[in-house]
């Protein structure tokens, strides 16, 4: 049974501010009797990937560390059972603070598939939504400085889909039709 | 400048591409190979001709270039009179599924688009070939008028 953490692992998320390098992740899940203490020891060149989350299994004493960019899971050994392993959730300030870190994730996450319905399933997206009616307005101010595929989420937060079919695919069109939406809704 | 991931694109580094725009999420790949660059071609939540099914099958997608005058060839060579485009997809038992298209430019490069980010331009259909495009699996090509 894999327990799914809430939260996401970034570079900078320790108490001491450090960034940590993605070739020291399996030195990072050392822990201490408990004391539930990240370790890293070396120094290398790549940046963990802001989007990496993880996912502790008690059974095989595994983390897995899932990288959204290329949707793998790597397992890295537990080093000693027993052990919990310890990520910091990030929390953020406001909504709109944790709004524009999901935008961030998903452009950089999303891949390159030519299908909505596949990017629309990334992690980060799929958080943007499970934010409720408060992601509608960042929704469509987000979409007013830069069109994108949000129809997706408007649609799966408010239950509606002003856009008509002869729009769809379009994207000029379909942003003018959620964001007149939205003025009527009083959401902007 | 497109960040690749060599698991999704074990080819493309070795066999080389070059960007050829900036990233867009108003065309897709299908739209940029029919020459369309304000259009999301997807059934269901896409541009997606009328009376075609809205499976995501490769069968459904060659009829929705049909729909646009393209007609099945044997390959993917420069052809005087012709453009050419190249479909990829993924076999999943008795379904396959459409995944990415390119166009064949006058220069005898493929042009592709990369979901909602840049087109590149690359010298081998095999260069986009992998576990997210699957295999080149069908030719088509179009008159040119």
Same mark, same amino acid.
């Given at each position: 049974? /894999?327990?799914? *953490? @809430?939260?996401?692992?970034?570079?900078?998320?320790?108490?001491?501010?450090?960034? #940590?390098?993605?070739?020291?992740?399996?030195?990072? $899940?050392?822990?201490?009797?408990?004391?539930?203490?990240?370790?890293?020891? *070396?120094?290398?060149?790549?940046?963990?990937?802001?989007?990496?989350?993880?996912?502790?299994?008690?059974?095989?004493?595994?983390? #897995?560390?899932?990288?959204?960019?290329?949707?793998?899971?790597?397992?890295?050994?537990?080093?000693?059972?027993?052990?919990?392993?310890?990520?910091?959730? /990030?929390? #953020?300030?406001?909504?709109?603070?944790?709004?524009?870190?999901?935008?961030?994730?998903?452009?950089?996450?999303?891949?390159?598939?030519?299908?909505?319905?596949? $990017?629309?399933?990334?992690? @980060?997206?799929?958080?943007?939504?499970?934010?409720?009616?408060?992601?509608?307005? $960042? /929704? $469509?101010?987000?979409?007013?400085?830069?069109?994108?595929?949000?129809?997706?989420?408007?649609?799966? /937060?408010?239950?509606?889909?002003?856009?008509?079919?002869?729009?769809?695919?379009?994207?000029?069109?379909?942003?003018?039709?959620?964001?007149?939406?939205?003025?009527?809704?009083?959401?902007? | 400048?497109?960040?690749?991931?060599?698991?999704?694109?074990?080819?493309?580094?070795?066999?080389?591409?070059?960007?050829?725009?900036?990233?867009?999420?108003?065309?897709?790949?299908?739209?940029?190979?029919?020459?369309?660059?304000?259009?999301?071609?997807?059934?269901?939540?896409?541009?997606?001709?009328?009376?075609?099914?809205?499976?995501?099958?490769?069968?459904?997608?060659?009829?929705?270039?049909?729909?646009?005058?393209?007609?099945?060839?044997?390959?993917?060579?420069?052809?005087?009179?012709?453009?050419?485009?190249?479909?990829?997809?993924?076999?999943?038992?008795?379904?396959?599924?459409?995944?990415?298209?390119?166009?064949?430019?006058?220069?005898?490069?493929?042009?592709?688009?990369?979901?909602?980010?840049?087109?590149?331009?690359?010298?081998?259909?095999?260069?986009?070939?992998?576990?997210?495009?699957?295999?080149?699996?069908?030719?088509?090509?179009?008159?040119?008028?």
């Amino acid at each position: 049974m /894999i327990a799914e *953490n @809430a939260g996401v692992a970034s570079p900078s998320d320790d108490a001491e501010g450090r960034i #940590y390098r993605e070739s020291e992740l399996a030195r990072w $899940l050392e822990v201490r009797n408990g004391a539930q203490r990240l370790m890293p020891i *070396n120094d290398f060149g790549t940046p963990w990937p802001e989007e990496t989350s993880y996912a502790i299994s008690d059974e095989r004493k595994e983390v #897995y560390l899932t990288y959204w960019r290329g949707r793998h899971s790597l397992p890295f050994l537990a080093p000693s059972s027993g052990h919990m392993i310890l990520f910091r959730s /990030i929390s #953020y300030a406001t909504p709109r603070a944790k709004f524009q870190a999901l935008v961030r994730q998903w452009v950089r996450g999303r891949g390159q598939s030519s299908k909505i319905k596949d $990017l629309a399933m990334h992690r @980060a997206y799929q958080q943007i939504i499970g934010m409720g009616e408060q992601a509608i307005p $960042l /929704i $469509l101010e987000e979409m007013e400085r830069k069109p994108g595929h949000w129809s997706w989420a408007l649609t799966a /937060i408010s239950g509606e889909d002003p856009v008509p079919p002869s729009a769809r695919g379009r994207l000029k069109e379909t942003t003018h039709a959620w964001l007149e939406w939205g003025t009527r809704k009083g959401y902007r | 400048m497109i960040d690749i991931d060599p698991a999704d694109f074990p080819r493309l580094e070795s066999l080389g591409y070059e960007e050829t725009s900036s990233p867009t999420d108003e065309y897709n790949c299908l739209a940029f190979a029919a020459g369309i660059d304000d259009e999301w071609w997807e059934p269901n939540r896409g541009v997606w001709p009328e009376g075609i099914g809205e499976e995501d099958s490769l069968a459904n997608l060659i009829e929705v270039y049909r729909r646009y005058g393209y007609e099945c060839c044997a390959d993917g060579k420069l052809e005087a009179g012709y453009y050419k485009i190249v479909l990829y997809g993924i076999e999943h038992g008795g379904y396959t599924s459409y995944e990415h298209a390119a166009r064949l430019g006058n220069d005898g490069r493929w042009y592709s688009k990369l979901g909602p980010d840049e087109d590149i331009a690359h010298a081998s259909i095999e260069a986009v070939e992998g576990p997210l495009y699957g295999r080149a699996l069908q030719y088509m090509r179009r008159a040119i008028q």
